[in-house]
């Protein structure tokens, strides 16, 4: 299998890892580590500039690959090291996952700065015609560009929506409430006669 991946388009070794496995459709908790190895290596291999700077990462993530997959190879003797019954994929599959997370979330995170984008905010003390002067946009055009009627009329509900659950109905059922004023000798007088 000829794979041709540009090396600049992948952040890092566990990137291009994790774009191997997700590419074949391995089971990250099942590598054959042979075949991605393999792939990882042909991937370096096609690499056009060959900046050390840069490599150093790829080749020491390619070493531990081929460290594991000589581990793998090698008889296990369960009598001498009981200890070394363990997987030697786990920690490659803790990092992995742990990439995972962070990919997951900084994806998560970019889409809410492209939403984050489409909010403007008035400064205070501003109305917002001064607002909309001080801008960039000075014609409504640009300002409205790709929002539809139906959308502002969506958010106008979901603002009065709002408005509507901070209104306490039943004091606001209220026009207002009158205070009574008596004297704690008239309020004495009165439990005494009770």
Do not use: C, W
Not at 16 to 21: E, G, K, N, P, T
């Amino acid at each position: 299998m000829n794979v041709t991946v540009k090396l600049e388009a992948f952040e890092g070794p566990l990137n291009l890892l994790y774009h191997l496995i997700e590419k074949n459709e391995i089971n990250i908790y099942d590598i054959p580590i042979a075949d991605i190895t393999q792939q990882y290596l042909e991937i370096l291999s096609t690499m056009e500039h060959k900046n050390m700077e840069n490599m150093s990462e790829f080749l020491v993530m390619a070493a531990s690959l081929i460290e594991i997959k000589s581990r793998m190879l090698l008889p296990i003797n369960k009598k001498e090291n009981p200890e070394e019954d363990i997987d030697p994929r786990e920690e490659l599959v803790h990092k992995l996952l742990e990439y995972k997370k962070f990919k997951k979330i900084s994806e998560e995170l970019k889409d809410r700065e492209v939403e984050a984008e489409k909010i403007y905010f008035k400064p205070s003390g501003l109305s917002a015609f001064e607002f909309i002067q001080d801008t960039e946009f000075h014609d409504l055009e640009t300002l409205f560009e790709g929002i539809s009627l139906k959308d502002i009329f969506i958010a106008f509900q979901e603002v009065m929506k709002r408005q509507d659950r901070k209104t306490d109905k039943v004091r606001s059922g209220f026009s207002s409430i009158q205070r009574d004023l008596y004297t704690i000798d008239e309020k004495s007088e009165y439990i005494l006669n009770l």
